[in-house]
């Protein structure tokens, strides 16, 4: 085995692609959506492998990262995890529903009231998920 001069990224795709599978074989069965974490793929390829295996579900932490989900030519549907603060990030976010399913966290009434008042929103590609402080730390 001949390894590249360092630094370098060496990555066994065959290898992720079984994760996947695997996670996804147990996952199914329980009714449990997989929905993998664009934040630790960073690859518009990986995705493309992903959704060869089936995969349309995906997170993304923040609004730029489902911007960067969105180039892919399929509709997807992403789940923005982390609340979106301000009129830019929301209209950008409700822009992103032209073509594919958002689901965004919020965890209170002003962020649900910021998407109410957003007129570019395709209210049927678009979802809310409440994210609860259930006081645990």
């Known amino acids: ?15 992720f692609l079984e994760n996947a599978r695997r996670i996804r074989a147990y996952a199914e069965p329980h009714g449990i959506a997989v929905r ?18 089936g ?4 997170a993304a932490a923040k609004v730029s990262e489902a ?8 509709p997807l549907d992403i789940h923005i995890a982390y ?3 301000g009129a830019e ?24 009231e910021q998407f109410v ?4 929103l395709d209210r049927d590609r678009f979802a809310i998920s409440i994210i609860v402080d259930a006081g645990y730390g």
């Open 67 to 74: 911007e960067v989900l969105a180039r892919i030519d399929a």
């Open 117 to 120: 008042r957003c007129g570019d």
């Open 1 to 15: 085995v001949q390894y590249p001069d360092s630094p370098a990224l060496v990555f066994d795709v065959a290898r």
């Open 36 to 53: 993998p974490h664009f934040k630790s793929i960073k690859s518009l390829a990986l995705v493309r492998r992903l959704m060869e295996e």
């Open 89 to 112: 990030k929301v209209r950008r976010a409700a822009a992103l529903t032209a073509r594919h399913r958002i689901t965004v966290g919020v965890d209170s009434v002003e962020h649900v």
């Open 83 to 85: 609340p979106i603060f």
């Open 55 to 58: 995969f349309t579900r995906f």
